[in-house]
């Protein structure tokens, strides 16, 4: 696992993390594309580079471009999130790349609250924005809630002295408002508004058309009739992962799968989507065979079926029971990495995942782990690039220094260095010394006065929390700072 940077967000605004450079993403997307369409290894008994040209051809993939796709859940994500599609976009532009969006709407629902210093407003009044188990369930707004959100943002921004890039958002989100539009693809179309404005180019994909492609289900079934060694390769790379970290969480970074005689959990989530409900899918075992139960019937898992035959009957059995088993982080990047994309984007935390998944790729299938890239940025609220927040630490350090090097503590420290170790004149000296602070202490006005200080430094701390926030929308920047970020990503191409 040391073959992986320490990567950290940056501190400062307007700076930038690219891991490994631009150039060296687009050479091991050509390399992970060899790689993967000379691969020998067979997902449901059928070779990877067949499935891997169906689930491409599915998307309208269908030329020899190596693939680089960026992603992330449905939310109005912050510049970190946004520099991926910057990044794709550099890259595509210098190197004969398909650059890819995939909007992942099959996540819990998060992060959907427009937010900026002093306010914050829904993005939609649907109830399921709050109760959904899945962002695909949310609907867009209703045009009352709508002039609400407008109203409440542009009554904001009149008091900033800046103009933030949000117009061809809102232009875009308005046209859907009031419609039973599913909410991820009018946020993903009027952030792709937002970019084009600015002249990045890249194409986008919603994740949950995808879960219904032959190879994707595939994969499932493949995963399914082989869960005893996949859970336990899963389970065993978790571990290695926390220890070589040092993580004492077993639930960090997610949970293992759940093992029994009878049963195993499988790395998906059971979406009912008659109901809207979703569990954590799991398979039991009869008759030497792992079966997914349902309401109405239960699927046998055939380790011996070709790809074609298996996705084809346990598609069918899915459809009919109104079903859907969505992808958790690693299998869901798995199923990026090995069936769509020739190099995948991520941020910090997805990095962070998919060492994980490098590990399960390597000891499941016995193939080395394509390689994948990381990126992240940090661009506070405009009004705060210009300052430094508040340090509390550091007016804690200067209190406890004053507080505890006054003079008499100074001398009593003297007089129970001279002192004969554990003498009944130390232990004296030492009974006076703590005496005479406690009198002391609270009669110094410098001390006072950092207590006061203290006070103060948290009460603004809080009340800056916002101001400095890195995860504030990434269209709330005015124009001339996400040019000014764009440039630098191409700059470095």
């Not at 609250?113 to 188990?133: A, N």
């Not at 890039?165 to 419609?179: D, K, R, W």
Request: charged letters at 25%; proline letters at 6%; hydrophobic letters at 40%.
């Amino acid at each position: 696992m040391n073959q992986y940077a320490d990567w950290k967000a940056p501190a400062s605004d307007q700076t930038e993390l690219i891991w490994p450079t631009p150039g060296q993403i687009a050479v091991d997307a050509r390399t992970n594309q060899q790689q993967l369409e000379s691969a020998t290894i067979k997902i449901q008994n059928t070779p990877l580079p067949a499935l891997r040209k169906q689930m491409r051809t599915f998307i309208g993939h269908t030329s020899d471009q190596p693939l680089i796709a960026g992603g992330h859940q449905i939310e109005l994500y912050h510049p970190g999130v946004w520099v991926k599609n910057v990044l794709l976009d550099a890259i595509a532009r210098k190197h004969n790349v398909r650059p890819m969006h995939i909007a992942v709407d099959t996540d819990t629902p998060k992060h959907l609250q427009l937010r900026w210093p002093g306010g914050s407003v829904d993005i939609s009044d649907d109830l399921l924005l709050k109760t959904g188990e899945w962002s695909g369930q949310v609907h867009v707004p209703t045009e009352g809630h709508f002039e609400k959100i407008e109203e409440r943002f542009t009554g904001a921004s009149k008091a900033w002295n800046f103009q933030p890039t949000t117009g061809p958002f809102f232009e875009q989100f308005e046209n859907l408002a009031g419609t039973r539009a599913a909410l991820p693809e009018a946020i993903l179309r009027s952030a792709m508004a937002v970019d084009a404005s600015l002249g990045l180019k890249y194409d986008a994909q919603i994740l949950s058309p995808m879960l219904a492609a032959p190879p994707y289900l595939a994969l499932v079934h493949h995963i399914a009739a082989d869960i005893e060694k996949f859970a336990s390769i899963y389970n065993a790379a978790l571990a290695d992962y926390r220890r070589e970290n040092k993580i004492n969480s077993p639930t960090r970074p997610m949970p293992d799968l759940r093992v029994s005689d009878d049963s195993i959990e499988l790395p998906f989530w059971f979406d009912n989507l008659a109901t809207g409900d979703r569990s954590r899918a799991q398979v039991v075992k009869d008759n030497g065979r792992w079966h997914l139960l349902a309401d109405a019937g239960e699927f046998p898992f055939d380790p011996s079926l070709p790809a074609d035959v298996a996705a084809g009957r346990f598609g069918e059995f899915l459809n009919l029971h109104q079903l859907r088993l969505s992808p958790r982080a690693l299998t869901l990047t798995t199923f990026f990495r090995l069936l769509l994309v020739d190099n995948f984007v991520h941020g910090i935390g997805g990095g962070r995942y998919d060492q994980v998944t490098d590990q399960i790729l390597q000891r499941y299938w016995g193939i080395a782990a394509p390689k994948f890239a990381v990126t992240t940025a940090t661009m506070v609220f405009p009004d705060a690039g210009q300052r430094s927040g508040v340090c509390v630490p550091c007016v804690k350090q200067e209190l406890h220094h004053v507080a505890h090097n006054f003079l008499p503590k100074q001398t009593y420290l003297a007089a129970i260095t001279a002192a004969p170790r554990k003498s009944a004149e130390r232990k004296r000296q030492y009974v006076a010394m703590h005496h005479t602070l406690q009198t002391a202490r609270p009669q110094s006005d410098a001390v006072n006065d950092l207590r006061r200080q203290l006070e103060q430094t948290i009460e603004q701390k809080k009340r800056e929390k916002v101001l400095f926030d890195r995860e504030l929308f990434f269209a709330i920047q005015p124009r001339e700072r996400l040019e000014t970020m764009i440039a630098k990503y191409r700059e470095s191409v």
